[in-house]
Protein backbone atom coordinates (compact mmCIF):
# COMPACT_ATOMS: atom_id res chain seq x y z
CA UNK A 1 0.00 0.00 0.00
CA UNK A 2 1.21 3.22 -0.85
CA UNK A 3 1.86 5.91 2.28
CA UNK A 4 1.10 9.37 2.32
CA UNK A 5 2.48 11.54 0.28
CA UNK A 6 5.76 13.51 1.63
CA UNK A 7 5.64 16.81 2.71
CA UNK A 8 8.42 19.11 0.56
CA UNK A 9 9.97 22.19 1.99
CA UNK A 10 8.58 25.94 0.33
CA UNK A 11 10.21 26.23 -3.62
CA UNK A 12 12.90 28.41 -2.87
CA UNK A 13 13.33 28.25 0.47
CA UNK A 14 16.59 25.57 1.47
CA UNK A 15 17.56 23.62 4.54
CA UNK A 16 21.03 23.98 5.48
CA UNK A 17 22.30 20.65 6.59
CA UNK A 18 25.38 19.55 8.47
CA UNK A 19 27.90 19.62 6.47
CA UNK A 20 26.85 22.48 4.92
CA UNK A 21 26.50 24.40 7.91
CA UNK A 22 30.43 24.39 9.22
CA UNK A 23 31.07 26.99 5.90
CA UNK A 24 28.42 28.86 6.90
CA UNK A 25 29.62 28.85 10.90
CA UNK A 26 32.75 29.90 9.66
CA UNK A 27 31.37 32.59 7.49
CA UNK A 28 29.07 34.21 10.48
CA UNK A 29 32.56 33.70 12.51
CA UNK A 30 34.14 36.31 9.83
CA UNK A 31 31.45 38.25 9.96
CA UNK A 32 31.47 38.73 13.89
CA UNK A 33 34.65 39.60 13.73
CA UNK A 34 35.29 41.71 10.91
CA UNK A 35 32.00 43.67 12.24
CA UNK A 36 33.76 43.87 15.75
CA UNK A 37 36.59 45.09 13.97
CA UNK A 38 35.29 48.10 13.28
CA UNK A 39 32.96 49.12 16.20
CA UNK A 40 29.93 47.44 14.75
CA UNK A 41 27.34 45.79 17.10
CA UNK A 42 25.03 43.40 16.38
CA UNK A 43 21.11 44.31 16.20
CA UNK A 44 18.52 41.71 15.60
CA UNK A 45 15.23 43.09 14.37
CA UNK A 46 11.75 40.37 13.79
CA UNK A 47 11.89 38.58 10.16
CA UNK A 48 7.62 40.02 10.27
CA UNK A 49 7.31 43.72 10.29
CA UNK A 50 4.49 45.72 9.22
CA UNK A 51 3.72 46.30 5.27
CA UNK A 52 3.56 49.98 5.30
CA UNK A 53 7.85 49.87 6.45
CA UNK A 54 8.68 48.40 3.31
CA UNK A 55 6.40 50.66 1.20
CA UNK A 56 7.27 53.52 2.47
CA UNK A 57 11.07 52.73 2.48
CA UNK A 58 12.25 50.30 -0.58
CA UNK A 59 9.55 52.29 -2.78
CA UNK A 60 5.56 51.64 -4.20
CA UNK A 61 6.95 51.36 -8.04
CA UNK A 62 10.01 48.84 -7.06
CA UNK A 63 10.06 45.04 -7.94
CA UNK A 64 10.52 44.22 -4.61
CA UNK A 65 7.34 45.97 -3.21
CA UNK A 66 4.94 45.55 -6.32
CA UNK A 67 5.83 41.51 -7.21
CA UNK A 68 8.07 39.91 -4.19
CA UNK A 69 6.94 40.68 -1.04
CA UNK A 70 5.46 37.79 1.03
CA UNK A 71 2.43 39.50 2.37
CA UNK A 72 -0.21 38.20 4.67
CA UNK A 73 -2.82 39.71 7.30
CA UNK A 74 -2.78 38.52 10.62
CA UNK A 75 -5.64 37.59 12.36
CA UNK A 76 -6.37 41.46 13.58
CA UNK A 77 -6.33 42.34 9.58
CA UNK A 78 -3.02 43.78 10.10
CA UNK A 79 -1.08 43.93 6.81
CA UNK A 80 2.15 42.19 8.00
CA UNK A 81 5.64 41.29 5.41
CA UNK A 82 8.14 38.74 6.14
CA UNK A 83 11.00 40.94 5.72
CA UNK A 84 12.88 41.54 2.11
CA UNK A 85 15.66 43.34 3.50
CA UNK A 86 16.88 44.72 6.49
CA UNK A 87 17.96 48.37 6.27
CA UNK A 88 14.07 49.59 7.04
CA UNK A 89 14.14 47.65 10.08
CA UNK A 90 17.13 49.06 11.07
CA UNK A 91 16.19 52.38 10.56
CA UNK A 92 12.83 51.56 12.27
CA UNK A 93 14.26 50.35 15.58
CA UNK A 94 16.45 53.09 15.64
CA UNK A 95 14.11 55.65 15.45
CA UNK A 96 11.53 53.55 18.20
CA UNK A 97 13.99 53.08 20.51
CA UNK A 98 15.65 56.27 20.49
CA UNK A 99 19.05 55.38 18.94
CA UNK A 100 19.51 57.66 16.70
CA UNK A 101 18.54 60.98 18.56
CA UNK A 102 21.95 62.67 19.21
CA UNK A 103 23.79 59.68 18.65
CA UNK A 104 25.31 57.50 16.31
CA UNK A 105 24.98 53.80 15.64
CA UNK A 106 27.15 51.15 13.65
CA UNK A 107 24.95 48.45 13.21
CA UNK A 108 25.49 44.74 11.56
CA UNK A 109 23.20 41.89 10.87
CA UNK A 110 22.61 38.55 9.85
CA UNK A 111 19.30 36.60 9.00
CA UNK A 112 16.83 35.09 6.35
CA UNK A 113 15.22 37.46 4.12
CA UNK A 114 12.30 36.58 1.64
CA UNK A 115 11.24 38.04 -1.87
CA UNK A 116 8.84 36.23 -4.13
CA UNK A 117 11.23 36.11 -7.38
CA UNK A 118 11.72 33.56 -9.70
CA UNK A 119 14.12 30.59 -7.80
CA UNK A 120 17.37 29.78 -9.55
CA UNK A 121 20.86 29.11 -8.81
CA UNK A 122 22.42 31.70 -6.29
CA UNK A 123 18.52 33.27 -6.22
CA UNK A 124 16.06 32.02 -3.24
CA UNK A 125 13.01 32.97 -1.79
CA UNK A 126 14.22 32.96 1.37
CA UNK A 127 18.00 34.07 1.20
CA UNK A 128 20.18 35.10 4.38
CA UNK A 129 22.32 38.85 4.14
CA UNK A 130 25.08 39.85 6.25
CA UNK A 131 24.60 43.59 6.41
CA UNK A 132 25.85 46.61 8.11
CA UNK A 133 24.45 50.43 8.84
CA UNK A 134 25.93 53.17 9.79
CA UNK A 135 23.72 55.77 11.15
CA UNK A 136 24.74 59.40 11.64
CA UNK A 137 27.55 60.32 9.21
CA UNK A 138 27.30 62.52 6.30
CA UNK A 139 30.55 62.26 4.16
CA UNK A 140 33.12 60.40 2.55
CA UNK A 141 35.14 59.05 5.23
CA UNK A 142 32.02 56.48 6.97
CA UNK A 143 31.48 55.51 3.04
CA UNK A 144 34.96 54.46 2.90
CA UNK A 145 34.41 52.93 6.08
CA UNK A 146 31.47 50.47 5.05
CA UNK A 147 33.46 49.86 1.70
CA UNK A 148 36.27 48.58 3.55
CA UNK A 149 34.09 46.70 6.13
CA UNK A 150 33.10 44.36 2.98
CA UNK A 151 36.62 44.24 1.46
CA UNK A 152 38.14 42.80 4.93
CA UNK A 153 35.74 40.43 4.94
CA UNK A 154 36.66 38.98 1.66
CA UNK A 155 40.26 38.91 2.69
CA UNK A 156 39.40 37.20 5.83
CA UNK A 157 37.66 34.42 3.85
CA UNK A 158 40.36 34.01 1.10
CA UNK A 159 38.10 35.28 -1.88
CA UNK A 160 39.69 36.93 -4.57
CA UNK A 161 38.12 38.72 -8.06
CA UNK A 162 35.65 40.64 -7.00
CA UNK A 163 35.01 43.71 -8.44
CA UNK A 164 33.91 46.69 -6.80
CA UNK A 165 31.42 49.35 -8.69
CA UNK A 166 30.92 52.56 -7.36
CA UNK A 167 28.62 55.66 -8.56
CA UNK A 168 26.91 58.53 -6.93
CA UNK A 169 23.04 59.00 -7.52
CA UNK A 170 23.31 62.85 -5.99
CA UNK A 171 21.07 64.33 -4.19
CA UNK A 172 17.08 63.96 -4.80
CA UNK A 173 17.29 67.13 -6.48
CA UNK A 174 19.86 66.60 -9.20
CA UNK A 175 18.46 62.74 -9.46
CA UNK A 176 15.23 64.97 -10.41
CA UNK A 177 16.51 66.72 -12.59
CA UNK A 178 18.78 63.77 -14.30
CA UNK A 179 15.44 62.04 -14.67
CA UNK A 180 13.86 64.62 -16.46
CA UNK A 181 16.69 65.08 -18.57
CA UNK A 182 16.72 60.96 -19.11
CA UNK A 183 13.32 60.53 -19.67
CA UNK A 184 13.26 63.38 -22.29
CA UNK A 185 16.28 61.37 -23.77
CA UNK A 186 14.71 58.43 -23.94
CA UNK A 187 11.47 59.21 -25.29
CA UNK A 188 13.05 59.89 -28.75
CA UNK A 189 14.76 56.43 -28.93
CA UNK A 190 11.39 54.60 -27.57
CA UNK A 191 11.23 52.04 -30.40
CA UNK A 192 15.05 51.06 -30.11
CA UNK A 193 14.25 50.04 -26.57
CA UNK A 194 13.50 46.57 -24.79
CA UNK A 195 9.85 46.06 -23.48
CA UNK A 196 11.05 45.80 -20.64
CA UNK A 197 12.66 49.51 -20.70
CA UNK A 198 9.35 50.48 -22.38
CA UNK A 199 7.48 50.05 -20.02
CA UNK A 200 9.82 51.72 -17.27
CA UNK A 201 10.18 54.72 -19.17
CA UNK A 202 7.17 56.29 -17.52
CA UNK A 203 7.30 55.62 -13.75
CA UNK A 204 11.23 54.71 -13.19
CA UNK A 205 13.17 55.86 -16.24
CA UNK A 206 16.83 55.30 -13.96
CA UNK A 207 16.35 51.56 -13.95
CA UNK A 208 16.63 51.57 -17.51
CA UNK A 209 20.16 51.95 -16.46
CA UNK A 210 20.21 48.69 -15.87
CA UNK A 211 19.34 46.91 -18.96
CA UNK A 212 21.02 44.30 -20.06
CA UNK A 213 19.70 44.68 -23.54
CA UNK A 214 22.19 45.30 -26.43
CA UNK A 215 19.64 47.78 -28.35
CA UNK A 216 18.86 49.43 -25.31
CA UNK A 217 22.52 49.71 -24.00
CA UNK A 218 23.07 51.54 -27.26
CA UNK A 219 20.76 54.10 -27.05
CA UNK A 220 22.18 54.29 -23.15
CA UNK A 221 25.62 55.02 -24.79
CA UNK A 222 24.57 58.59 -25.84
CA UNK A 223 22.26 59.34 -23.37
CA UNK A 224 22.93 62.59 -20.74
CA UNK A 225 25.24 61.16 -17.79
CA UNK A 226 24.16 61.00 -14.23
CA UNK A 227 27.47 62.22 -13.20
CA UNK A 228 26.97 65.99 -14.94
CA UNK A 229 23.82 66.67 -12.85
CA UNK A 230 25.88 66.27 -9.71
CA UNK A 231 26.06 69.64 -7.70
CA UNK A 232 29.60 70.38 -6.21
CA UNK A 233 29.41 68.94 -2.75
CA UNK A 234 28.13 65.96 -3.91
CA UNK A 235 30.67 65.55 -6.88
CA UNK A 236 33.91 66.26 -4.37
CA UNK A 237 32.66 63.97 -1.72
CA UNK A 238 32.25 61.33 -4.39
CA UNK A 239 35.94 62.52 -5.67
CA UNK A 240 37.11 62.54 -1.48
CA UNK A 241 35.74 58.93 -1.82
CA UNK A 242 37.54 57.59 -4.39
CA UNK A 243 40.77 59.18 -2.98
CA UNK A 244 39.97 57.02 0.40
CA UNK A 245 39.64 53.95 -0.97
CA UNK A 246 42.81 54.56 -3.23
CA UNK A 247 44.91 55.02 -0.08
CA UNK A 248 43.72 51.96 1.76
CA UNK A 249 44.11 50.06 -1.54
CA UNK A 250 41.00 49.23 -2.57
CA UNK A 251 40.79 48.87 -6.48
CA UNK A 252 36.88 49.96 -7.56
CA UNK A 253 35.79 51.39 -10.84
CA UNK A 254 33.11 54.31 -11.47
CA UNK A 255 29.93 52.81 -13.40
CA UNK A 256 27.77 55.74 -14.14
CA UNK A 257 25.30 53.81 -15.33
CA UNK A 258 25.21 51.91 -11.79
CA UNK A 259 21.27 52.44 -9.99
CA UNK A 260 19.87 50.35 -7.49
CA UNK A 261 16.45 48.48 -7.20
CA UNK A 262 15.55 50.31 -4.20
CA UNK A 263 14.36 53.92 -3.90
CA UNK A 264 15.78 54.89 -0.43
CA UNK A 265 19.76 55.59 -2.23
CA UNK A 266 21.21 59.22 -2.31
CA UNK A 267 24.58 59.77 -3.36
CA UNK A 268 26.84 56.89 -3.30
CA UNK A 269 25.81 53.46 -4.46
CA UNK A 270 28.20 50.34 -5.15
CA UNK A 271 28.29 46.95 -5.82
CA UNK A 272 30.72 43.69 -5.67
CA UNK A 273 30.35 41.62 -8.01
CA UNK A 274 31.90 38.15 -9.21
CA UNK A 275 32.63 36.80 -12.40
CA UNK A 276 32.60 33.20 -10.89
CA UNK A 277 28.79 32.35 -9.98
CA UNK A 278 26.97 32.82 -13.65
CA UNK A 279 24.23 34.84 -13.68
CA UNK A 280 23.87 35.86 -10.11
CA UNK A 281 27.11 38.28 -9.93
CA UNK A 282 25.80 40.72 -6.91
CA UNK A 283 27.84 39.34 -3.79
CA UNK A 284 26.95 42.78 -2.04
CA UNK A 285 25.65 46.17 -2.13
CA UNK A 286 24.68 48.91 -0.82
CA UNK A 287 24.97 52.83 -0.50
CA UNK A 288 24.19 56.05 1.42
CA UNK A 289 20.33 56.96 2.04
CA UNK A 290 19.87 59.96 4.07
CA UNK A 291 16.76 60.77 3.14
CA UNK A 292 15.23 56.85 4.93
CA UNK A 293 15.10 57.94 8.81
CA UNK A 294 13.16 60.80 8.01
CA UNK A 295 10.68 59.11 6.16
CA UNK A 296 9.90 56.93 8.29
CA UNK A 297 9.24 59.35 10.92
CA UNK A 298 12.26 60.56 12.60
CA UNK A 299 14.65 63.35 11.93
CA UNK A 300 16.91 63.64 9.28
CA UNK A 301 19.69 61.07 10.04
CA UNK A 302 22.60 60.59 7.71
CA UNK A 303 23.09 56.62 6.52
CA UNK A 304 24.94 53.91 4.50
CA UNK A 305 25.26 50.72 4.52
CA UNK A 306 25.10 47.44 2.65
CA UNK A 307 23.96 43.75 2.39
CA UNK A 308 25.55 41.13 1.05
CA UNK A 309 24.04 37.68 0.19
CA UNK A 310 25.22 34.62 1.77
CA UNK A 311 24.53 31.96 -0.14
CA UNK A 312 26.35 33.93 -2.89
CA UNK A 313 28.93 34.43 -0.83
CA UNK A 314 29.10 30.46 0.75
CA UNK A 315 29.07 29.74 -2.90
CA UNK A 316 32.51 31.22 -3.69
CA UNK A 317 34.42 30.50 -0.60
CA UNK A 318 33.26 26.82 -1.50
CA UNK A 319 35.23 27.57 -4.91
CA UNK A 320 37.71 29.17 -3.70
CA UNK A 321 38.55 28.67 -0.33
CA UNK A 322 40.03 26.25 1.76
CA UNK A 323 37.98 23.36 2.81
CA UNK A 324 35.78 23.98 6.40
CA UNK A 325 36.63 20.97 8.07
CA UNK A 326 33.39 18.63 8.89
CA UNK A 327 32.35 19.07 13.05
CA UNK A 328 33.41 15.71 14.24
CA UNK A 329 33.69 14.51 17.64
CA UNK A 330 36.99 13.67 19.31
CA UNK A 331 36.39 10.72 20.88
CA UNK A 332 33.91 8.15 20.69
CA UNK A 333 33.18 5.97 23.41
CA UNK A 334 32.41 2.38 22.14
CA UNK A 335 30.73 -0.09 25.24
CA UNK A 336 30.38 -3.59 25.47
CA UNK A 337 28.23 -4.93 28.33
CA UNK A 338 25.89 -3.14 30.83
CA UNK A 339 28.19 -2.16 33.73
CA UNK A 340 30.12 -1.22 30.73
CA UNK A 341 27.61 1.09 29.40
CA UNK A 342 27.26 3.01 32.48
CA UNK A 343 30.59 3.23 32.62
CA UNK A 344 31.03 4.34 29.54
CA UNK A 345 28.57 7.58 30.03
CA UNK A 346 30.40 8.39 33.38
CA UNK A 347 33.64 8.68 31.00
CA UNK A 348 31.75 10.82 28.34
CA UNK A 349 30.91 12.98 30.61
CA UNK A 350 33.91 13.72 31.97
CA UNK A 351 35.85 13.88 28.79
CA UNK A 352 33.04 16.68 27.84
CA UNK A 353 33.76 18.17 31.29
CA UNK A 354 37.21 18.83 30.11
CA UNK A 355 36.42 20.46 27.07
CA UNK A 356 36.56 17.07 24.46
CA UNK A 357 33.92 16.82 22.09
CA UNK A 358 32.74 12.84 22.67
CA UNK A 359 29.85 10.96 21.33
CA UNK A 360 28.95 7.29 22.94
CA UNK A 361 27.72 4.33 21.50
CA UNK A 362 23.69 4.38 21.48
CA UNK A 363 22.30 1.31 20.75
CA UNK A 364 24.31 -1.75 21.46
CA UNK A 365 26.12 -3.97 18.71
CA UNK A 366 29.02 -6.04 18.83
CA UNK A 367 32.57 -4.72 18.51
CA UNK A 368 32.65 -4.66 14.46
CA UNK A 369 29.86 -2.87 14.41
CA UNK A 370 30.64 -0.15 17.16
CA UNK A 371 34.25 0.17 15.67
CA UNK A 372 32.30 0.97 12.39
CA UNK A 373 29.92 3.50 13.85
CA UNK A 374 33.08 4.88 15.82
CA UNK A 375 34.81 5.33 12.31
CA UNK A 376 31.67 6.84 11.01
CA UNK A 377 31.18 9.47 13.40
CA UNK A 378 34.93 10.89 12.54
CA UNK A 379 36.67 10.37 15.75
CA UNK A 380 40.09 10.47 16.53
CA UNK A 381 39.86 8.03 18.84
CA UNK A 382 37.50 5.28 19.92
CA UNK A 383 37.43 4.80 24.17
CA UNK A 384 36.91 0.83 24.25
CA UNK A 385 34.86 -0.29 27.52
CA UNK A 386 33.98 -3.78 28.22
CA UNK A 387 33.52 -5.93 31.49
CA UNK A 388 37.18 -6.93 31.55
CA UNK A 389 37.68 -2.40 31.90
CA UNK A 390 35.59 -2.41 34.53
CA UNK A 391 37.02 -5.37 36.52
CA UNK A 392 40.58 -3.64 35.83
CA UNK A 393 39.72 0.33 36.07
CA UNK A 394 41.17 0.29 32.98
CA UNK A 395 39.81 1.45 28.86
CA UNK A 396 41.44 0.85 25.55
CA UNK A 397 42.66 3.65 23.64
CA UNK A 398 42.25 2.60 19.26
CA UNK A 399 43.31 5.70 17.52
CA UNK A 400 40.87 6.06 14.29
CA UNK A 401 43.53 8.18 11.84
CA UNK A 402 46.96 6.15 11.74
CA UNK A 403 47.97 7.94 15.04
CA UNK A 404 49.77 4.29 16.41
CA UNK A 405 48.12 1.09 17.51
CA UNK A 406 45.73 0.32 20.15
CA UNK A 407 46.86 0.08 24.06
CA UNK A 408 44.84 -0.16 27.15
CA UNK A 409 45.36 2.51 29.93
CA UNK A 410 44.17 3.43 33.91
CA UNK A 411 40.83 5.14 33.73
CA UNK A 412 42.44 7.80 35.89
CA UNK A 413 45.13 8.48 32.78
CA UNK A 414 42.26 8.26 30.21
CA UNK A 415 41.95 11.97 29.65
CA UNK A 416 45.97 12.59 29.31
CA UNK A 417 46.44 9.55 26.75
CA UNK A 418 43.28 11.12 24.75
CA UNK A 419 44.76 14.45 24.60
CA UNK A 420 48.16 12.93 23.72
CA UNK A 421 46.22 11.02 21.01
CA UNK A 422 44.17 13.81 19.30
CA UNK A 423 46.97 16.44 19.67
CA UNK A 424 48.97 14.34 17.26
CA UNK A 425 46.37 15.01 14.18
CA UNK A 426 46.26 18.52 15.05
P1 LIG B 1 19.95 44.30 -2.32
O1 LIG B 1 20.82 44.68 -3.49
O2 LIG B 1 18.50 44.13 -2.58
O3 LIG B 1 20.21 45.36 -1.19
O4 LIG B 1 20.49 42.92 -1.71
C1 LIG B 1 21.83 42.80 -1.29
C2 LIG B 1 22.40 41.44 -1.68
O5 LIG B 1 21.54 40.41 -1.21
C3 LIG B 1 22.50 41.19 -3.18
O6 LIG B 1 23.67 41.76 -3.71
C4 LIG B 1 22.56 39.67 -3.22
O7 LIG B 1 23.87 39.21 -2.93
C5 LIG B 1 21.65 39.27 -2.06
N1 LIG B 1 20.32 38.90 -2.57
C6 LIG B 1 19.29 39.71 -2.89
N2 LIG B 1 18.22 39.00 -3.31
C7 LIG B 1 18.58 37.70 -3.25
C8 LIG B 1 17.92 36.45 -3.54
N3 LIG B 1 16.66 36.41 -3.96
N4 LIG B 1 18.61 35.29 -3.35
C9 LIG B 1 19.88 35.32 -2.91
N5 LIG B 1 20.56 36.46 -2.62
C10 LIG B 1 19.92 37.62 -2.78
C11 LIG B 1 19.59 45.37 0.03
O8 LIG B 1 18.95 44.46 0.45
C12 LIG B 1 19.88 46.62 0.84
N6 LIG B 1 19.16 46.49 2.13
C13 LIG B 1 21.37 46.79 1.05
C14 LIG B 1 21.72 47.96 1.90
C15 LIG B 1 21.99 47.97 3.22
N7 LIG B 1 21.80 49.22 1.50
C16 LIG B 1 22.11 49.99 2.53
N8 LIG B 1 22.23 49.24 3.58
Known sequence: MAGESSVKSVRGMNDLLPGQIETWQRVEAAVREVSCRYGYREIRTPIVERTDLFRRSIGEQTDIVEKEMYTFADNNGDSLTLRPEATASCVRAGNEHGLLHNQTQRLWYVGPMFRHERPQK????????????????????????????????????????????INSLGSVAARAKFRDALKAYLSEHVDALDTDSQRRLERNPLRILDSKDQGTQEVLDSAPSLSDFLEKGERE??????????????AFSVNTRLVRGLDYYTGLVFEWTTDQLGAQSAICAGGRYDGLVEQLGGRPVPAAGFACGLERLIELVTLQGEETPIQSPGVFVAALGDLAELEAIRHAESLRDAGIDAQVNCGQGNLKKQLRRADNSGAQVAVIIDDESVDTSTVKLKPLRGQGEQST????????AVRSITDLSD
Open 122 to 165: GRYRQFHQFGIEALGWAGSDIEAEVIAVGERLWRCLGIRGLTLE
Open 237 to 250: NFERLQRLLTTVNI
Open 409 to 416: VPTIELLA
